[in-house]
């Protein structure tokens, strides 16, 4: 499975980004799906996930402004980012696996290359 990123840029805090993530499987409506970012000097670390049945779980400093969801028909997961700070400025990626989901990297096997979020102050 490929995974493809993309939606980021520069924005003011308040703002809001799509960020959007297409992957290349026959069985995407299987696929447990998920968004981590990684600020500089920073380990990655989790900001939302789905389970292909449509659970969703976020990192407390999204709840309320990010949202995650997907599209089976066009194989591409979503994140709408709302009310943007400028601490949420990272790159971030796309993650997917089959078996496993949860907010642990190790759980997902398939990335994304990642995709630049920078929110000014």
């Known amino acids: 499975v490929q995974l493809q990123a993309f939606g980021g840029g520069l924005v003011q805090a308040g703002g809001s980004l799509r960020l959007s993530c297409a992957a290349s499987?026959?069985?995407?409506?299987?696929?447990?799906m998920a968004w981590f970012c990684q600020a500089p000097g920073k380990e990655r670390e989790f900001v939302a996930a789905q389970h292909w049945s449509g659970s969703t779980d976020y990192a407390d400093s999204v709840k309320g402004r990010f949202t995650i969801s997907r599209d089976n028909a066009k194989n591409t997961m979503t994140l709408q980012m709302n009310n943007l700070k400028p601490e949420d400025t990272a790159v971030y990626y796309c993650?997917?696996?089959?078996?496993?989901?949860?907010?642990?990297?190790?759980?997902?096997?398939?990335w994304g290359q990642g995709t630049q979020v920078t929110v000014s102050s």
């Open positions: 993650a997917a696996d089959f078996r496993v989901w949860g907010r642990s990297r190790a759980a997902y096997t398939y």
């Open positions: 499987t026959r069985t995407f409506s299987r696929l447990n």
